[in-house]
T-cell receptor
Framework: RKEVEQDPGPFNVPEGATVAFNCTYS??????FFWYRQDCRKEPKLLMS???SGNEDGRFTAQLNRASQYISLLIRDSKLSDSATYLC??????????FGKGTTLSVSS | NAGVTQTPKFRVLKTGQSMTLLCAQD?????MYWYRQDPGMGLRLIHY???????AKGEVPDGYNVSRLKKQNFLLGLESAAPSQTSVYFC????????????FGEGSWLTVV
């Protein structure tokens, strides 16, 4: 089992749609969690951290389920500009940052 | 504030040649990382460093060496480049501890022919 797994997609949705991505991690000692966004031929950039209580930033909502070891990202009212690859990142005990392979989202008009 | 800077941005190497990628950060971060990203493989950790003078192996360290002689710099070396090392290389840094934002450089595109 991969340490961090994501559905690679692609997810093709129309503008205005709601889309959800899931990510599972295998190490129960993992301590912190993030969603990063990566545009084509660019470096990954932080989208949001994921907290145990769940957190929201505008149209984006992140959830963490420690018991089931999965993280989710919900995007409401999708925009064309949301088209990108979304990376799930898990910080395990110590300093290792483990990335999922990413989920590709394509939003069309 | 430049953040994380990688040089060179693009490079073509012949098989067997050596080269060094330089990563510099001006945020006084303790932790620095080198990743490679290949199609369908995601970001894979090559080596990392938790402080000046320390380095550790990541998931795919073979064929690479690193050095962290100064806190702000993290060098990635290829002693004898192979076509399998054709990739995009990203350097990243973060403050000590967990839960901190990771900052990436813009990437270095390396082709080995």
């Amino acid at each position: 089992r991969k340490e961090v797994e994501q559905d690679p997609g692609p997810f093709n949705v129309p503008e205005g749609a709601t889309v959800a991505f899931n990510c599972t991690y295998s190490n129960s000692a993992s301590q912190s969690f993030f969603w990063y966004r990566q545009d084509c031929r660019k470096e990954p950039k932080l989208l949001m951290s994921v907290y145990s209580s769940g957190n929201e930033d505008g149209r984006f909502t992140a959830q963490l389920n420690r018991a089931s070891q999965y993280i989710s990202l919900l995007i409401r009212d999708s925009k064309l500009s949301d088209s990108a690859t979304y990376l799930c990142v898990v910080n395990q005990a110590g300093t290792a940052l483990i990335f999922g392979k990413g989920t590709t989202l394509s939003v069309s008009s | 504030n430049a953040g994380v800077t990688q040089t060179p941005k693009f490079r073509v190497l012949k098989t067997g040649q050596s080269m060094t990628l330089l990563c510099a950060q001006d945020m006084n971060h303790e932790y620095m990382y080198w990743y490679r990203q290949d199609p369908g493989m995601g970001l894979r950790l090559i080596h990392y460093s938790v402080g000046e003078g320390t380095t550790a192996k990541g998931e795919v360290p073979d064929g690479y060496n690193v050095s962290r002689l100064k806190k702000q710099n993290f060098l990635l070396g290829l002693e004898s480049a192979a076509p399998s090392q054709t990739s995009v290389y990203f350097c990243a840094s973060t403050r000590q501890g967990t839960g901190n934002t990771i900052y990436f450089g813009e990437g270095s595109w390396l082709t080995v022919v």
